[in-house]
């Protein structure tokens, strides 16, 4: 069954999210999430890295031999995170500061690496850099609201925004409360796709 361009976004959105259905990408789920701003920076790389790496593999799949596509694919994934790092450093050094050992380890994101594999060398171009996409939006938008969500409870604020006054709870932007948050949004997004 061929997907119209429409369903290939919207399947990485939510049939297909990474985060609350396929269970991927949890280091830098759980390691980034502390702020909004920061959830949302590490999936907008993500997303870049994603729709880059999965047209480039798209593009050669046919030329790589099979004994070797993944560490081509890895060499494609790293030289895309390259560029990422320098732009970031040179634009955005405060959210390269921020997002630190993250950035490079996008390499190795079983994200990527998985829409390479089961997606980019067996599609077109157009494809799949649409499934690239519809894959880091589920990401970016999954990050966004676990980040806001913590920073909420954790600080009182907003997208760096403060919005109560006083301390929040200390435990939601700290390990504990990702795991908390991770498991709740979990569960509602779970239960939003069984109505469906």
Excluded: W
């Amino acid at each position: 069954m061929t997907m119209t361009k429409l369903q290939l976004i919207t399947k990485g959105l939510i049939k297909d999210n990474p985060t609350f259905v396929l269970l991927l990408g949890m280091c830098p789920t759980l390691a980034t999430t502390t702020s909004a701003i920061n959830g949302l920076s590490m999936g907008l790389a993500t997303l870049f890295v994603l729709v880059l790496s999965n047209m480039a593999i798209s593009a050669i799949a046919s030329l790589v031999p099979d004994k070797v596509h993944i560490p081509v694919y890895i060499v494609v994934i790293a030289t895309f995170v390259t560029v990422l790092q320098f732009l970031m450093q040179a634009f955005t050094p405060s959210v390269y500061a921020s997002l630190g050992l993250f950035i490079p380890l996008i390499v190795v994101n079983c994200i990527v690496l998985g829409r390479a594999e089961a997606f980019a060398n067996k599609h077109g171009v157009i494809d799949s850099a649409l499934d690239g996409l519809g894959v880091g939006l589920g990401f970016t938008l999954s990050l966004t609201v676990i980040g806001l969500v913590r920073e909420i409870l954790g600080s009182g604020s907003a997208f760096g925004f403060k919005f109560i006054s006083g301390d929040g709870m200390l435990a939601f932007v700290m390990a504990p409360g990702a795991f908390l948050v991770l498991g709740y949004l979990m569960v509602l997004f779970n239960k939003y796709l069984a109505k469906k």
